[in-house]
């Protein structure tokens, strides 16, 4: 169950990343992730109050506010460490932050096999493999290689943290829920300071209905992240962190195809490799 909820959790959230890239070439990445996250949280709600969800609420709903705080930050960051570039040494880094629910794993007395271990470290360097990091070229700005960690870290946390959020399916709705809602309070309030900084939440020469116009996008985007992080949480109650934290973290693996499949860019030979090599991870993890 463990394996076939993380690699669900991977489906998902590549989708979603390859989705939201393709919406950030129509609109302001922030504005895309608040935006996404308003209508995650409209279904959310329905579904809490739906299921009475909201009687769960406990102390442990502050993993889920943490989450909320960490992710818009993670994202920001990765979003300005891949304006700075390369993205080729950006992308693959921020795959890195899967040594986080890892760590917690082993701290909370985790021990995987021999087999898993090996299948662990094959699907890590497959992840940032399959990323296409450039190993030639112009110099890394040290900037955006600290916001690039951050964002890995962030990335990390959130998965470690979310697991931590509720201990039932009812609990996870609301713990999801709450999660949005931190996320669209904490974007919102960014988006806010930028427009009042003078920067545009629309491109230029266009209104609210261009947010119409993408609706099933932004909608896509936002409940299938959701749904990762429902996904994830699952997989993690149920079996290893260490194994659920890498699985799901194959999710480079199927932007990168997504992109292949819809946009026809070509996969680079390190990128080919490292789909290569996560699979026999995969293959390696799912055996121990």
């Known amino acids: 169950m463990t394996a076939l909820f993380a690699l669900a959790t991977a489906l998902l959230w590549g989708l ?111 992840i940032v493999l399959a990323g296409g990091p450039e190993l030639r070229g112009a110099p890394v700005q040290r900037q955006a290689v600290v916001l690039t960690l951050i964002a890995a870290f962030g990335f990390g946390a959130v998965m470690a943290l979310i697991a ?34 003078g920067a545009p939440a629309l491109p230029a020469g266009t209104g609210p209905q261009i947010l119409w116009a993408l609706l099933p996008a932004l909608a896509f985007v936002g409940l299938a992240d959701v749904a990762a992080n429902g996904t994830y949480s699952v997989a993690a109650q149920h079996g290893p962190v260490t194994v659920a934290a890498v699985l799901s973290s194959l999710y480079p693996v199927i932007t990168a195809l997504a992109a292949f499949a819809v946009l026809k860019e070509r996969l680079r030979t390190v990128q080919a490799a490292g789909a290569g090599l996560a699979l026999a991870g995969t293959v390696l993890l799912a055996a121990g």
């Open 164 to 197: 931590q959020a509720s201990s039932s399916v009812t609990g996870l709705f609301l713990a999801l829920f709450v999660q949005r809602v931190t996320n669209v309070a904490a974007g919102g309030a960014a988006l806010w300071v930028r427009t009042r900084r």
């Open 16 to 126: 979603a990343d390859f989705g939201g890239g393709l919406l950030t070439r129509r609109l302001p990445a922030l504005t895309v992730v608040v935006a996404s996250q308003v209508l995650a949280v409209i279904a959310l709600g329905a579904v809490v109050l739906g299921t009475g969800a909201w009687r769960e609420a406990g102390p442990q709903l502050w993993f889920a506010v943490a989450a909320g705080l960490v992710g818009p930050v993670a994202m920001l960051s990765f979003y300005k460490a891949l304006a700075l570039g390369p993205m080729g040494v950006v992308s693959p880094l921020g795959s890195l932050g899967v040594v986080v629910p890892v760590a917690a794993g082993l701290v909370l007395g985790e021990r995987p096999g021999p087999g898993q271990f090996a299948g662990i470290a094959v699907a890590v360097v497959g």
